[in-house]
């Protein structure tokens, strides 16, 4: 089985993939660029047998990290603990196999790339727009035939919150919620704040989406991803499709069309 290896800002998830491509489990943790291959060993083979797996079943693994200094020990987990040589999204011999059309294609987050790959396989054939909620937010454009065109970058709705409450010496920290109405008026300080947070970011997301339709001018799929993606799902205008594993289905997606020659 593979072992596919997505170490974000916040959290690093682990997907356990199947022959066919399918994920059978899923697994985070905190980011902690100073982990070491032996801890995640630890920690892994005791979720594995829980599961009712053995860390002999993986024989392959795929990382693709935001995360430079934490790849090293990751690679390191994959030789020691699995007895393979990791592959790593965007290095050969595992090339990203769509095009990046954008002035720097090497500063490109390997997640946005990997999101493009999955998006492609779920709607091929029609433009679209992935927006990914995580430490940041992203808003991506992915081509009819598959090439990422670009996109934005917001500040997450987490890392908005704790600017409010870190800078603000009289605002308590309140949890990430939708209020109680749909009311945008609020009558004390944490119902203010609870809409100006949500009901702000879905503005935020509104307006985006608004513009970037308007400038691709043809018809767009919104697929949206990441842990807080669902906070926002009630809200069905704004996305066509959640698909909280995008990411990972991407890197499977990716190890596959390696293996095919795709």
């Known amino acids: 089985m593979l072992l596919a290896v997505d170490n974000g800002n916040t959290n690093v998830k682990f997907a356990l993939v199947d022959d066919s491509g399918e994920i059978v489990q899923r697994w985070r943790i905190a980011t ?33 990290t935001v995360v430079p200094r934490a790849l090293h020990n990751l690679q390191v987990l994959s030789q020691k603990y699995f007895g393979t040589d990791a592959l790593v999204a965007g290095r050969q011999p595992v090339g990203w196999g769509i095009a990046l059309k954008v002035d720097e294609p090497r500063a490109l987050g390997a997640d946005r790339a990997v999101n493009a790959i999955a998006a492609q396989a779920l709607e091929p054939g029609v433009d679209k727009i992935v927006i990914s909620f995580g430490t940041a937010t992203t808003f991506d454009h992915i081509g009819v035939d598959g090439a990422y065109l670009g996109g934005s970058i917001a500040p997450g709705i987490n890392l908005s919150l704790d600017a409010l409450y870190n800078a603000a010496a009289m605002l308590p920290r309140i949890a990430i919620e939708p209020p109680p109405s749909s009311s945008v008026i609020g009558r004390d300080t944490v119902g203010q704040m609870q809409i100006g947070i949500y009901w702000g970011y879905v503005a935020l997301i509104e ?56």
């Open 32 to 64: 902690d660029a100073r982990r070491t291959a032996d801890e995640y060993a630890v920690w892994l083979d005791q979720l594995l047998q829980m599961e009712g797996h053995k860390r002999s079943e993986i024989d392959a693994v795929i990382i693709a």
């Open 207 to 262: 307006g985006l989406l608004g513009r970037m339709k308007a400038e691709i001018n043809r018809p767009v799929k919104v697929i949206a991803t990441g842990g807080l993606a669902a906070l926002f799902q009630q809200h069905s205008h704004l996305f066509d499709r959640v698909e909280p594993d995008l990411t990972l289905r991407g890197l499977a997606k990716l190890y596959a069309n390696r293996e095919s020659g795709a």
